[in-house]
């Protein structure tokens, strides 16, 4: 079946500009989770729904940062204001529900913040 | 507070040859631990995982990890790398919220194998 989805592949926008990024998870799935990895570094966690509920936002890297998830399916991180730090390739994986079962990861947005 | 370190940032290795990824993690509360790989231009997939029982998994190309509780390490090894293995490799615990009976992927920040002919 289809895997994990993300758009945009790419985006490129000016500072101070709001974007949104799109995951569609595997269907079935009820677990989603958004992940940012910079250059040279690890995946920093972000966030993670269970249905359509984030149990704990406390990843997201500041309030400019939010994340939604309707119909227990697709997710939306939304980032406002953008600044150059935020530049990044972000990840968006999903699972069955439950610490064990391995995450699927999509092919990442990477974003540019000029 | 949870971590995991990967202590080697690059890797080197000739064709072959045997190789040891090293991850320590640190929790205090029971953790679920993976090695994900992501080959050139490629999304991140798993590699192999340890949940419960025998303490060494493997991977159906060769590598294996095994889980040491008492030293807190998954430490990856194959013992003839090839060409193709070369990849960014990826060490990463699940661990549970207490307070929100969630859950927490952590990552460590990679170690990339380059195996050389």
């Known amino acids: 079946g289809a895997g994990v989805s993300q758009s945009p592949s790419n985006k490129v926008t000016e500072k101070g500009k709001d974007v949104e990024l799109r995951c569609d998870p595997i269907?079935?799935?009820?677990?989603l989770y958004w992940y940012r990895q910079s250059l040279g570094q690890g995946l920093e966690f972000l966030i993670y729904?269970?249905?359509?509920?984030?149990?704990?936002k406390s990843g997201l890297p500041s309030d400019r940062f939010s994340a939604e998830r309707t119909g227990g399916s697709v997710s939306t991180l939304t980032i406002q204001r953008t600044q150059q730090e935020d530049s990044a390739v972000y990840l968006c994986?999903?699972?069955?529900?439950?610490?064990?079962?391995?995450?699927?990861f999509g092919p990442g947005t990477r974003l540019t913040v000029t | 507070a949870q971590s995991v370190t990967q202590l080697d940032s690059q890797v080197p290795v000739f064709e072959e040859a045997p190789v040891e990824l090293r991850c320590n993690y640190s929790?205090?509360?029971?953790?679920?631990l993976f090695w994900y790989v992501q080959y050139p231009n490629q999304g991140l997939q798993l590699l192999l995982k340890?949940?419960?029982?025998?303490?060494l998994v493997e991977s159906i190309n060769g590598f294996e990890a095994e889980f040491n509780k008492s030293q807190t390490s998954f430490h990856l090894r194959k013992p003839s790398v090839h060409i193709s293995d070369t990849a960014e490799y990826f060490c990463?615990?699940?661990?549970?919220?207490?307070?929100?009976?969630?859950?927490?992927?952590?990552f460590g920040a990679g170690t990339r194998l380059f195996v050389k002919a």
């Open positions: 340890y949940l419960s029982g025998s303490t």
């Open positions: 269907s079935g799935h009820t677990a």
């Open positions: 994986a999903s699972s069955f529900e439950g610490l064990n079962y391995e995450q699927y």
């Open positions: 990463a615990v699940t661990v549970l919220l207490p307070n929100t009976g969630g859950f927490k992927t952590i």
């Open positions: 929790s205090s509360v029971s953790v679920y």
């Open positions: 729904f269970q249905g359509n509920s984030a149990p704990d």
